[in-house]
């Protein structure tokens, strides 16, 4: 019987404690398994040996059931990058000493690009050194662009959150006479799946969006423009356009360089802010048109009060899934979802070989974008099933309850 580990990186999202709950239910059920430690703070937590019992948290049935609704990474999280493999072997000797002293044969990571990225490397240095260990990603982001998976954990939900948003913001444009426009910033770098979900807003009754931009597709100023007035011809008066927090020119120019610092994070990614407030900017001194910009930021994944019942219950069993895959051998895998039909929707969770995964990104299909600034209706087939649902969820004086560590 062997220990094992689970730990969380990169940034939350609102199912990742139900990916955690699903690890650690799991593996403390599973006769080859004897403690369940939870690295505080991801890898530096491994480094560090900061671990907690899992046992000592996850005691009732209700405390699995407050973890699964439980926003941010309960254990914490870190944007720790591992060397290459031929660099400095400082932290990779350190993290399998830790291994080696509290005796673990299995390590799980949930977590997105970069956390992959950690348990490749992990998982090739265990080979080069012949130590006896399986190490299984279990996926999680809202930016839902990691490679060999039909989507990721934590996606649903965002994209429920903000399409619902979306139509909010729709709505209360819309009592005003006047010509305005809200400009509405979602999270996407790369990849542009969240800004495209803002389309499940439209209905009967909205609209909105108006108009949608994807950082798969160049942006254009005059372009922009000429969407803006051609609507507005048609009587449209309150525009709301999605725009993801990266799109960018011909040139590769961000928009948001207009406003944004120039710095970077751990991994050397630019830190993207302000897109937005450029185009509010924009629009208000070109069109004359009232102007808004609004950036949901981290609401988009922090509003576990609602979320989707089917991103939790898929990000549960493919955290369960990940402890049956390793204890089963497998090892430099990770958990994904294949999806079997659309109507009605059906998923199965297979393991995929993380070298076909780490550092790569799945961006939303060209075919799917509609001339620059619209999706099409395999973009809505897509995303729809992936909302629906509400948890139930404990109250206490009118907010909910989460789980404490």
Known sequence: ?????????????????????????????????????????????????????????LKTKEDEELLKTTPASFLGSC????????????????????????????????????????????????????????????????????????????????????????????????????????IVEIMGRNAGWLTAASVLARNEKCAAPHLIYLPESDFDDEKFFNDIKELNAKGVKNIIVAVSEGIRYADGTYVCDKASSGLVDTFGHKCLSGTAKVLENMVRDNLGFKARGIEINVLQRCASHFTSLVDINEAFEVGAAGVAEAVAGGTGKMMAYERVSNKPYKMQIVSRDI??????????????????????????????????????????????VYLKR
């Not at 961006?363 to 139930?392: A, H, K």
Request: one cysteine or more; proline letters at 4%; charged letters at 25%.
């Open 79 to 182: 944007r720790y990058k591992l060397p290459k493999l031929d660099d400095e072997k400082d932290d990779f000797k350190k993290i399998f000493d830790v291994f080696t002293k509290y005796d673990i044969g299995y390590f799980f990571y949930i977590g997105g690009n970069d956390s992959m990225d950690t348990v490749d490397k992990l998982s090739r240095y265990a080979e080069k050194i012949g130590y006896d260990i399986n190490i299984i990603g279990v996926p999680k982001t809202v930016d839902n662009d990691l490679m060999e998976t039909d989507h990721t954990p934590g996606f649903g939900s965002a994209a429920k959150y903000i399409a619902t948003t979306v139509r909010e913001v729709g709505l209360d444009s819309d009592v005003y006479d006047l010509n305005s426009v809200t």
């Open 355 to 400: 070298k076909n995964i780490a550092n790569g990104e799945r961006v939303v299909p060209q075919e799917w974008i509609s001339n620059g600034n619209d999706v099409t209706q395999e973009m809505i087939d897509y995303v729809q099933p992936l909302i629906e649902g509400t948890p139930t969820l404990k109250y206490e004086n009118g907010l909910p």
């Open 1 to 57: 019987m062997k220990n094992c580990i689970v730990g969380q990186s990169g940034g939350p999202t609102a199912v990742i404690n139900a990916s955690l709950c699903g690890v650690a239910s799991a593996a403390l059920k599973n006769e080859n398994i004897g403690t369940v430690y939870g690295a505080v703070n991801g890898i530096v937590g491994v480094l560090n040996e900061n671990f907690i019992d899992m046992a000592n948290i």
